[in-house]
């Protein structure tokens, strides 16, 4: 299950997954409400979009979040750990997590101000000033194209991620497999990932040259299937176990 961050819905953010990894997994693309191709919305809650991923869910998928996708699938693993066989996030935005560190701390007043006196009239200025705070190398075409409007429109309209409270103990005590990757770029996504890396048992990758997009570099896919395939050998391993041991010991 693959959920996309903001201002693009899921096809243009896994397009690189959708075309390397169709042959090896069942990809769910989840989009979200709000971004092109659905019709716009008034408000975007990770809480609200949590529950959505959740609705969508089967018992033992894997779930794929990037950006403000990866504060929505954590906030849903969390929530309900059974559904999940393993946990991916790509550079999630919440700050709180790593709530204390100057470059985290500075990161989440510039988002609180950004959304304050932002010019959200402007979509198109929103959206650069947008990109240039999450260090995307994304450079967008002028005017922008019906879609982008659409998409920077909607990032004006969603809770801010430094509201967000991870349930890291619930996490935690789920011990599911999990895989936290950050691309090099920026200061507060590599301490958040630190946090999310430790507190929560993962894995690490670092796939520099891409941005906010680490999803991109050529590597990833191939990490990300291996990841994948190991959680699920686990999960069959552990049921075999359980299905070995003597009735008369359980």
Known sequence: MLVHGSVTG???TWTAQRSGLRHRFDLVVLERPGFPPSPPVERVDFDHHAQLLLGQLRSGDHVVGHSYG??????????????????????????????????????????????????????EAFLR?????????????????????????????????????IPLTALASARMPMLVVSGAHHAAFDAICDVLEERLHGERLVLPGYGHAPQRHPDFNDALASFVERAAARRRELADRADSVDPRCR
Do not use: N
Request: net charge negative; with cysteine.
């Open 129 to 165: 000033g947008f990109l240039r705070y999450v260090g995307s190398d994304f450079d967008p075409p002028s005017p922008l194209s019906p879609e982008l409007e659409q998409g920077a429109r909607t990032l004006t309209v969603e809770r801010g991620p430094w509201e967000a409270d």
């Open 10 to 12: 899921g096809r243009p």
């Open 70 to 123: 990866g504060v929505i699938a954590l906030f849903a693993a969390g929530s309900s750990p059974h559904l999940v066989r393993s946990l991916t996030v790509i550079e999630p935005p919440c700050t709180r997590v790593a709530a204390g560190h100057p470059a985290v701390d500075r990161f989440a007043e510039d988002g609180r101000r950004w959304w304050a006196e932002g010019p959200r009239d402007d979509p």
